[in-house]
């Protein structure tokens, strides 16, 4: 079943590339974004094939179809985020409910995004499974649009220059990637959790120092 959901998508790329080449790629990653449906491995991988490897281009023009495909990701991403935005918690659980997405890991989601703001939209554009759905917290919790756009743009940039330039690198065996991610979901997922700890660790660690001091004069004033 799966196969052949791929294989539909592997012969509709094909024509959208044949025909718009990377602004086909671009108008795939505002759609993937804006909905979360077509698998951004896929498009990538392939385009990194079909559009530069294959026509004999040069490699270096990886990081230019990065570009291409990570501003198509930012706008698709600005659309979610403005729908949150405007329609706030109502709109949110309503799609919640028909997509049977639990509205507490919604609420939950939104208390962190208040907490650490655009520095989370950055790191979550780069982990399988956030991606798309880092948008809706920062939506309802209303980071301003220009730190949300900037770290979409930053993160899916690194996303999609790499995945590309993996589907260079691989040539015809392009689909690697897409089993890899698929096989190795939980392991991406937790790597990706773990970059976000040592992100905010690492950003934050002047004012968690400070609270350590603080509750440590007060427990000395104390005693």
Known sequence: MFEKIEMTILSALQTIFDQFGWAG??????????????????????????????HGITPGFIPIGGLYAGLGSAIGASITYWVARLGGRPVVDRFAKIFRIDQAHITKAEEQMHRWGSGLVLIGRIIPGIRTLISIPAGLAKIPFTRFFIATFIGAYIWCTLLIGAGYLLGHEWMLISDFIKNNLLLIFSAGLFIIAAYLAYHFRSHLAGTKWLKFTKDMESN
């Not at 505002?30 to 530069?52: D, H, K, Q, Y």
Request: proline share 3%.
């Open 25 to 54: 790629v671009f108008g795939l990653m505002v759609f993937e974004n804006a909905t979360g449906i077509t698998p951004s491995e896929i498009i990538l991988a392939f385009a990194g094939w079909m559009l530069i490897e294959r």
